[in-house]
């Protein structure tokens, strides 16, 4: 590492990580020079280094990433993965950079889903969209955009928020008889089946098995 004077009259730090890629950044004021050559010093030593150029990744551009090494999943898994990131966390954080998300504003987000104005989430679809989000900032950290991810404990488990319970269900809707029959000779050949499921109240298995 060095800081030297600028023809301008200001200092600059030059130094290279960890892969031999030179950096320099440029301060005004020498005393300022001095402290983030010393905060970029420790941070390499220490292996806590990380790419200043890398603080405006945004979580949509690392989750395009992270996407790519769930393909050998079954397709229903990775509809499940698309799925809870764009109803869940698209909307709120993916255009937000990784290195700002804060376990306060996922709390937020998690309380908002739960029992906020607009609340119709199931509490765990909504635990499911934490801990995936969890999973992306693991993969940022694992691939140097992040030195710790913000939403796991010093543990290591995912620090999941207490969600009330609330009843989130769908008022249950009978059909009438007429209704019934209507519905079933609608079905075609199986209309018989229908009307033993709307009479008997069997599920598909037991109806089939």
């Known amino acids: 590492m060095s800081i030297y004077k600028t023809k301008s009259g200001s200092w600059s730090v030059r130094y290279r990580d960890e892969q031999g890629k030179q950096h ?29 150029n890398l603080e405006k990744a945004k979580l949509s551009v690392v989750y395009g990433d992270f ?25 709120v954080f993916g255009e937000q950079p990784i290195r700002s998300i804060t376990m306060t504003q996922v709390t937020k987000w998690i309380t908002d ?23 992306i900032l693991d993969f940022a950290v694992d691939h140097g955009l992040l030195a710790k991810n913000p939403i796991r404990k010093s543990n290591g488990k995912v620090n999941k928020i207490a969600l009330p319970k609330t009843d989130k269900s769908r008022p249950t809707v009978a059909l009438t008889p007429e ?17 033993l499921a709307g009479l008997s109240g069997l599920r598909w298995a037991e109806l089939i098995g």
């Open 24 to 52: 320099q950044r440029t301060f005004e004021l020498k005393r300022d020079a001095d402290t983030y050559e010393r905060e970029q010093r420790r941070a390499l030593e220490r292996g806590t280094w990380q790419d200043p």
């Open 67 to 91: 996407l790519k090494t769930k393909q050998a999943l079954k397709p229903k898994s990775i509809l499940a993965i698309e799925s809870l990131w764009r109803h869940h966390i698209e909307p």
């Open 113 to 135: 889903s739960a029992v906020g104005e607009s609340a119709h989430t199931s509490n765990v679809r909504i635990t499911k969209a934490q801990v995936q989000l969890s999973s």
């Open 179 to 195: 209704e019934l029959s209507r519905f079933a000779n609608a079905c075609g050949d199986y209309e018989t089946l229908m009307l």
